[in-house]
């Protein structure tokens, strides 16, 4: 099993909320995550996107605060590139660089690392996941689940002691996911994971549900996934529309 993280690794949320040109987004959010392997729930639009945002620091809270190891991620930066990695939903939205070598590269650049150290690393980080003959290929010659895959090791190569991961198995066939869910298992990192998969929570610690921002419930997996897929069954047999207010 993986060993405990050190204490600066906690995640302490305080009455944090998010708004967008006066519409709320996130609100009255009050957390405290230490846990290993944390699992977070909701509908489309209930603002579990915009939460990663937040402990990433990618956003700042509007009202309240977001601590991770005591400091603010929206504003210490760089100390959050070794605590802090998140893997966007869609890979596109993460690339920047127009090879593999280079996008691995970049990161650990962003860490100090010299062009030499960063590229001994580089590919270290490929022949250790069987990837070696990546290194100086066009990342559009990747398919969508190998360029999944080379965000995942983007963040493992800056080796943050908390990942993100937004929907990562959304997109991915079958064996690709299964990959990929094999890959996370053996990962040291604490994990906070979305997904509306509940067979990717087994095993996790605890699992948050987020409502139309707010926290519905937060908890062990079994009761709360059980309660959370009542609801989406009762839901889709009445007409899940209904409530969409656009
Ligand atoms: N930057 C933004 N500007 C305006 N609306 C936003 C912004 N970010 C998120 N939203 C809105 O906030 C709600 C929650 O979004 P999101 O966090 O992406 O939800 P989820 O990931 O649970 O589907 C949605 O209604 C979305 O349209
Ligand atoms: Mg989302």
Same mark, same amino acid.
Request: no cysteine; net charge neutral.
């Given at each position: 099993m993986p060993s405990p993280l050190p204490d600066d690794s906690s995640i302490t949320l305080t009455d944090a909320s998010f708004a967008v040109a006066g519409r +709320?987004? %996130?609100?009255g959010l009050t957390l405290h995550l230490t846990e290993q392997r944390i699992g977070i729930i909701g509908r489309n639009g209930s603002g579990k996107s915009t939460f990663l945002r937040l402990v990433a620091g990618l956003i700042a809270p509007t009202t309240g605060s977001v601590k991770v190891g005591g400091l603010a991620p929206a504003s210490d930066r760089k100390a959050m590139l070794a605590r802090i990695g998140i893997l966007f939903q869609n890979p596109d939205h993460q690339i920047i660089f127009p090879t593999v070598g280079e996008e691995l590269a970049f990161g650990l650049r962003q860490q100090g690392l010299d062009k030499a150290a960063a590229t001994v690393q580089v590919q270290a980080l490929l022949a250790r996941h069987g990837?070696?003959?990546? !290194?100086? +290929?066009? !990342?559009?010659?990747?398919s969508q689940g190998q360029r999944h895959f080379l965000c995942l090791l983007a963040v493992l190569a800056? +080796?943050?002691g908390t990942i993100l991961l937004d929907e990562?198995?959304?997109? %991915?066939?079958l064996p690709t996911q299964a990959r990929l869910d094999r890959t996370l298992a053996s990962l040291p990192q604490r994990l906070i994971l979305i997904t509306?998969?509940?067979?990717?929570?087994?095993?996790?610690d605890r699992v948050i549900w987020l409502e139309d921002g707010r926290l519905r419930a937060d908890g062990p997996v079994g009761p709360i996934v059980a309660q959370f897929t009542d609801e989406m069954t009762r839901l889709g047999d009445v007409d899940a529309d209904t409530d969409l207010t656009l």
């Open positions: +709320q987004i %996130l609100g990837r070696s003959h990546w !290194v100086a +290929q066009p !990342v559009t010659a990747l800056m +080796q943050p990562p198995f959304a997109g %991915l066939d509306h998969d509940p067979k990717a929570l087994a095993g996790y």
